[in-house]
Structure formats: structure tokens, C-alpha cells
């Protein structure tokens, strides 16, 4: 659990640390995710941990798809999400993974709906989705938090 808790907290950082760049020019420097990348591809192969390996490796399938869809769709979604998504898989593991990607997804909609409602935003505008992601990760974090105090305290 401790160990998670570690991923869950390092993809968190990770996260924050693309959005800020993401909010302010919706580009994303390569340094942040490759150097992320590498950590978490190191703490997958050569830290043991009580994850299986399967299950870590295969956190970077919604961001692959995420990237896929950037590709056919010519732009339409950014590269640095799945990018980003694929990065926070591996190092949190599938299940987190997808559960980010769904928070995110209602939080950027919400976002949008806000947006176009009070007239700061059109339809056809871009919204940063990297920040939807961080949020999401960090309610994760907080959420097993929470659940890991509630187990020591009531053991």
C-alpha cells in the first residue's frame, strides 16, 4: 500500500507539473514526461513491488489510445494528453489509470459546459486537458489517503 501511495503521490507531481506549461501555452516541454518516463519504467522493471508487473505495464494503454486517436484524428486531441496519460499509467498501473481518464473526461465536459455557458469560451475552442488529469489524480491521492488513515485508525 505504502508503495502506491508513493506511484499515486509521483504522478500527482508529475501531473501538476505538466499542466501549469499546458495551461499557459497548451504545449508541453518533452523533458517533463521523458524524465518521468524513465522513473517510471525503472521503478516498474527494477523496484519490486507488491503490483504486478502486468498490471503496471499495462496502465499505458488508455494513454496509447489517447495518442492513437491524436494521430487519426490529426490534432483534434493533443499528443501531450496521451502522452501525459500514458506516463501517469505507468506508474500507477491500469486500474488508476483508467479511473483518471474517466474523472478527467467529466471534468473537462463540466469545464466546457461552464466555459460555453458564461461566454469565456466557444464551441470550437481548446480546452487544457492536462489540468483535468492532475485534478483527477489528485482526488485519487486524497481518496486513498483517506482510505489508508481510515484502515490504520480503525484497526
Same mark, same amino acid.
Request: a positive charge; hydrophobic letters at 60%; charged letters at 15%.
Given at each position: ?11 500527482? @507531481? ?7 506549461? +499546458? &495551461? ?12 518521468? *518516463?524513465?522513473?517510471? *519504467? ?14 503496471? &505495464?499495462?496502465?499505458? !494503454? ?18 501531450? +494528453?496521451?502522452? /501525459?496519460?500514458? !506516463? ?8 488508476? $489509470? ?14 466546457? /459546459? ?7 469560451? +466557444? %464551441? ?7 489540468? /483535468? ?5 489528485? @482526488? &485519487?491521492?486524497?481518496?486513498? $489517503?483517506?482510505? %489508508? ?7
Amino acid at each position: 500500500m505504502r508503495e502506491y501511495m508513493v506511484r499515486l503521490a509521483a504522478s500527482c @507531481l508529475f501531473l501538476w507539473m505538466a499542466a501549469v506549461p +499546458d &495551461l499557459k501555452s497548451q504545449k508541453i516541454p518533452i523533458r517533463i514526461p521523458a524524465l518521468f *518516463l524513465a522513473a517510471a *519504467l525503472a521503478a516498474d522493471l527494477f523496484w519490486p513491488s507488491g503490483i504486478p508487473k502486468r498490471e503496471l &505495464l499495462s496502465g499505458a !494503454v488508455p494513454g496509447a489510445v489517447l495518442l492513437l486517436l491524436s494521430f487519426l484524428l490529426k490534432g483534434k486531441l493533443g499528443e501531450g +494528453d496521451g502522452i /501525459c496519460l500514458l !506516463v501517469s499509467g505507468l506508474l500507477t498501473g491500469i486500474v488508476s $489509470a483508467v479511473m483518471i481518464a474517466e474523472v478527467a473526461l467529466v471534468m473537462a465536459a463540466a469545464a466546457g /459546459c461552464f466555459w460555453i455557458r458564461t461566454g469565456r469560451k +466557444d %464551441a470550437r475552442d481548446r480546452i487544457a486537458f492536462v489540468p /483535468c488529469l492532475a485534478a483527477a489524480q489528485s @482526488l &485519487l491521492l486524497f481518496a486513498e $489517503a483517506v482510505r %489508508a488513515g481510515r484502515s490504520l485508525f480503525w484497526q
